[in-house]
């Protein structure tokens, strides 16, 4: 079992920034490949970056160029760095390993909107 918490989401106006944070409590955490999800009503869970164990990541088109995800494997967190913010990023955020393990944290929610 993993506890995954997410922090760090919040009201932000189009073009401003955020920056997600998520702990995990899994001590293999420096071995796995992370990602950050995310969710709307409308629309399946999306993966939108990813970030190996060695540290290379990799983005969702919708997303390339403004978000920049990060690890400290130290600290068994991953972040997520999110600038020029739309609206349709609008979602609630998660953070997991890729391929996910079963559990998940509660996420944050992100809104964008002016």
């Known amino acids: 079992q993993v506890q995954l918490v997410e922090s760090g989401g919040g009201l932000v106006q189009p073009g401003g920034s955020l920056r997600l944070s998520c702990a995990a409590s899994?001590?293999?955490?420096?071995?796995?490949?992370m990602g950050w999800y995310r969710r709307t009503p409308e629309k399946q869970r999306e993966l939108v970056a990813t970030?190996?164990?060695?540290?290379?990541?990799n983005y969702a088109d919708s997303v390339k160029g403004r978000f920049t995800i990060s690890r400290d494997n130290a600290k068994n967190t991953v972040y997520l760095q999110m600038n020029s913010l739309k609206p349709e990023d609008t979602a609630v955020y998660y953070c997991n390993a890729v391929p996910y393990w079963a559990d998940w944290g509660q996420g944050t929610q992100v809104t964008v909107s002016s």
């Open positions: 899994r001590s293999s955490f420096s071995a796995n490949n």
């Open positions: 970030i190996s164990w060695r540290g290379s990541a």
